[in-house]
């Protein structure tokens, strides 16, 4: 890969072209992890006993702030991509400029993880508000580098199916096939202990499972040996999607 730092470049244009309205964007985003924690954390938190000894908000709210880096990285490189290739013919701009297409998608990708990194900091800010902070100032900074994993993991892989979408309705069937499942298998809002069998193992294939794990870790400060697998996946997947998601892109923008 041809990588260099112009991806900077291509980072700060998405940054000043959001500047007029970036508050009400991240806002937005912030809508429906919000919904999650208010219905489920307080509504059903109410009527359900405890999780480890504390309050159901406590196992809730690390799944619910991992899953909003999840979705605004995602949308990001979904919907946000498409235009900017599609519709703006911005990618086109870029290419023609000595930015070359792996600088532009992998700008792009640094861009969706901030947002996701946004996101998640101000999941951070309301689930303090609610008094569901993590244990001390070092888990705060674990759970600040885990969000940036995350938010590139789900950026890239964003990008992957971005590269081979044809419309806007292709997007429908990773949202509604991938992304919607992984919030309800991968232990964001229920322990997975309580699965059948099969659906844990299930779960063990979804990147989802094993950043909400670690967020879990983060936020008590405990960090169980299992921790090192969890890891392992969201790193290496990561990785592997930011260099495939580069080069099925560049196919497409350069053909």
Not at 3 to 11: E, K, N
Not at 133 to 155: D, Y
Not at 221 to 233: H, Q, R
Request: glycine share 8%; with cysteine; proline share 5%.
């Amino acid at each position: 890969m041809n990588l260099s730092y112009r991806i900077y470049h291509v980072f700060f244009r998405n940054l000043m072209s959001y500047k007029r309205f970036i508050l009400t964007t991240f806002l937005v985003s912030l809508v429906q992890p919000l919904f999650y924690l208010i219905t489920f954390g307080v509504g059903m938190g109410a009527y359900m006993g405890a999780f480890g000894g504390k309050p159901y908000l406590y196992f809730l709210v690390p799944g619910v702030l991992i899953s909003s880096v999840m979705m605004s990285s995602t949308f990001e490189c979904l919907y946000g991509t498409f235009v900017k290739i599609v519709h703006e013919h911005l990618y086109d701009s870029l290419i023609a400029t000595p930015v070359s297409a792996e600088d532009a998608v992998a700008g792009d990708i640094a861009w969706a993880s901030f947002r996701g990194l946004v996101s998640g900091i101000l999941m951070l800010a309301v689930a303090g508000l609610m008094g569901i902070l993590p244990v001390s100032v070092l888990s705060v900074l674990v759970l600040l580098l885990v969000m940036l994993a995350v938010g590139i993991m789900f950026a890239s892989l964003g990008m992957i199916v971005t590269s081979k979408a044809p419309n806007f309705d292709f997007f429908s069937y990773y949202t509604e096939l991938v992304i919607t499942p992984m919030l309800f298998f991968s232990g964001v809002f229920f322990p997975l202990s309580n699965f059948p069998g099969w659906m844990k193992t299930l779960s063990q294939f979804l990147p989802l499972t094993h950043a909400v794990a670690i967020s879990r870790a983060a936020f008590s400060g405990e960090y169980p040996p299992s921790i090192l697998l969890n890891i392992a996946v969201v790193v290496g997947l990561g990785a592997l999607a930011f260099v495939v998601g580069i080069r099925m892109m560049k196919k497409r923008l350069i053909k």
